[in-house]
Nanobody, 123 residues
Framework: VHLVESGGGLVQAGGSLRLSCAVS????????IGWFRQVPGKERVPVSC????????HYADPVKGRFTISGDNVKKTVYLQMNSLKPEDTGVYYC?????????????????WGQGTQVTVSS
């Protein structure tokens, strides 16, 4: 599986970005994808995940009500719509393949990762 993130950038607080995770090398009939954020010197922390088999989604508490995860089976892409961005949302955002989507999600459940896309939110 090959994952490519895009859509990051520099935005002012209160602004929006939409991240994309394009998937190739696997069938996309059913997928479980997570988004994580990492800042220098820290571990990747979970942001959101989606399980296409039952439509289940999960959001970390800091992003609930502001971020929305969705998938497009035709484009083989998962999106993370980020609204009302805050400076603390700054970091490199990674998507990851085939991990369980539940409140206890963590990077240890995922084996395949994209290269990441930088999100910087200025105050």
């Amino acid at each position: 599986v090959h994952l490519v993130e895009s859509g990051g950038g520099l935005v002012q607080a209160g602004g929006s970005l939409r991240l994309s995770c394009a998937v190739s090398g696997v069938t996309f009939d059913s997928y479980d994808i997570g988004w994580f954020r990492q800042v220098p010197g820290k571990e990747r922390v979970p942001v959101s995940c989606i399980s296409s088999s039952d439509g289940r989604t999960h959001y970390a508490d800091p992003v609930k009500g502001r971020f929305t995860i969705s998938g497009d089976n035709v484009k083989k892409t998962v999106y993370l719509q980020m609204n009302s961005l805050k400076p603390e949302d700054t970091g490199v955002y990674y998507c990851a393949w085939d991990g369980p989507c539940f409140p206890g999600m963590s990077e240890g459940y995922y084996d395949d990762w994209g290269q990441g896309t930088q999100v910087t939110v200025s105050s």
